[in-house]
């Protein structure tokens, strides 16, 4: 099968950042997944030769090269509607929409009906996309590609976190730690905004794979700091940030943010063999045995009282960590995924 990927390569459009979650995911998945050709067009190149011909580009490739199966990974509007439609008439198109639980809204349901099939997170877009005119969608999950994300056993045990979360610093979560710190738990956090900073995927792995509890914090954003006002009167556009007069819509969208949503780390801790404590999520249930292979809270007292108890648990701890573990490697890899999306949509592969 020969598949035509277009996704971000570098995070946020930086030529020297670092690899984005979907090139580490979904590009070096595609590559390794058995009977596979996969031809890489990286939305990064509009930076070298502008969105126009960027379009006029991608779809020379798709009709030169006649992929089975052109596969996006959404980021804003790097791909025109009009780009969409014609690839539509040469191949079977798959978008891969994040964060629908609150962007359907005001971007994701105007892009899906012009890809042959929509891949959709979250348990209640399926409805939704039908009603605003795409009857193609499956609802699949976020995974780890175990080919990264695998448990790493190299850390000494003195250098070993008790608790450790790795995310970017947000007030929210800057409130959780800090009432964790509060009633006697010490958080070791990374990432952009704290005072650790941000670590390399190499040294997260080691975080995920030798910390004694991993943290999986999301709450609600709020609606009155500025980067959520924000989206009410500016939107994304590939590397900038540009005007937006659909209020309307964006209001949708904002009312929608603070819905808590699965989320990739869910997967990716379990997969290094780490013990996940997060809040619940959509069905996260449907994916993890709550309490058996993954641990979920309900606030920040119940969360303070699981952390306590775990830490003073080794062998219940463990055994959570070792069943999530083998829960991932068995169901929630990419490959899993992929093998599910293919036979949807009629494909067949050879390994």
């Known amino acids: ?29 595609l590559k390794n997944f058995p009977g596979t050709e996969v031809i890489y067009f990286p939305f990064d190149k509009i930076l070298e030769i502008g969105k126009d ?24 509007d790097e791909l025109a509607l009009e780009t969409l439609d014609e690839m539509k008439k040469h191949a079977t198109t798959v978008a891969w929409f994040a964060d629908d639980s609150w962007r359907f809204w005001n971007y994701s349901r105007f892009y899906g009906p012009h890809f042959t099939w929509v891949v959709t997170t979250y348990s209640w877009m399926p409805a939704l996309y039908k009603r605003f005119g795409q009857p193609n969608i499956i609802r699949s999950q976020w995974a780890a590609n175990t ?22 610093w947000t007030k929210p979560r800057q409130r959780i730690i800090s009432k964790l710190k509060r009633e006697g738990v ?27 509890i991993n943290l999986g914090l999301n709450p609600p954003p709020g609606f009155l700091n500025k980067n959520s006002l924000g989206r009410l009167f500016f939107r994304r556009s590939v590397n900038k940030i540009v005007p937006d007069i659909h209020i309307a819509r964006n209001i949708k969208m904002l009312l929608h943010r603070g819905i808590p949503q699965i989320k990739a780390r869910h997967f990716e801790i379990p997969a290094c063999g780490g013990f996940l404590i997060t809040q619940d999520a959509d069905d996260l249930g449907k994916y993890y045995r709550i309490g058996e292979e993954i641990v979920t809270y309900k606030n920040i007292n119940d969360l303070a009282e699981k952390i306590q108890y775990h830490l003073n648990n080794d062998d219940a701890r463990r055994k959570i960590a070792r069943a999530g573990y083998e829960r991932t490697i068995k ?21």
């Open 53 to 76: 011909r960027f379009n006029k580009e991608i779809l020379s490739l798709v009709k030169d090269e006649k992929p089975d199966l052109v596969f996006c990974f959404m980021v804003s």
């Open 1 to 29: 099968m020969k598949i035509l990927y277009g996704g971000l390569m570098r995070d946020n459009y930086k030529p020297d950042g670092g690899f984005t979650f979907e090139h580490t995911n979904f590009y070096l998945s």
């Open 331 to 351: 169901e929630h890899t990419y490959q899993k995924r992929f093998e599910e999306i293919f036979k949807l949509i009629g494909f067949s592969y050879v390994e």
């Open 147 to 168: 080919n990264v994300y695998k448990p790493d056993n190299t850390v000494n045990n003195k250098d070993r976190p008790a608790v450790s979360f790795v995310g970017g």
């Open 186 to 212: 010490m958080v070791s956090a990374y990432g952009s905004g704290w005072p650790l900073g941000r670590v390399s995927e190499e040294k997260m792995i080691q975080i995920f794979s030798s910390s004694k």
